[in-house]
Structure formats: C-alpha cells, structure tokens
C-alpha cells in the first residue's frame, strides 16, 4: 500500500508521510485491520491482513503493474 501510495504522489514529496506514520493513519483508517510480520525482528516488513484492493479501482491496474516490475526485478537479480 505505501508503495502506491508513494508512486501516487509523485512529484509532489512536500506532504509525502514516511512509512511509519502511513502505516499509523492505515491504523486510524481501519482499525479493526490486522498486520503480519514478514522476515525476522529488526528486518521485517509488515502486510495488512484484511484488506485489498477491489478489481473495479483505479488503483489496481497500478497495483499489478508494482508487483508485476518487483517481480521482473527480482528475477533478474536471481539469475545474475
């Protein structure tokens, strides 16, 4: 989410938040949403659980085209 988030805000940083205080207003927004520690204490990423992005939102068109590029990155740093 703040992947999108970022990419939404493009140019404009001046009021970008950092991750931290995103993942603060996800809280306030829902509160009821829960989180999982992906990776170890110290170098975790966390996910929302609960929560996705409907298939008729602007937004998920976006959202396949970030998962679809760190997967081609991913890739091709693997068979290097």
């Known amino acids: 989410m703040y992947e999108i988030y970022v990419e939404t805000c493009g140019q404009n940083t001046e009021n970008q938040v950092n991750p931290a ?27 929302y659980d609960g929560i996705c992005i409907k298939k008729s939102s602007f937004f998920y068109a976006q959202y396949c085209y970030l998962i679809g590029e760190k997967r081609y990155h991913s890739v091709k740093i693997i068979h290097r």
């Open 21 to 47: 205080t995103f993942g603060k207003l996800v809280r306030l927004v829902f509160p009821d949403l829960g989180t999982r520690r992906l990776g170890t204490r110290g170098s975790a990423r966390y996910h």
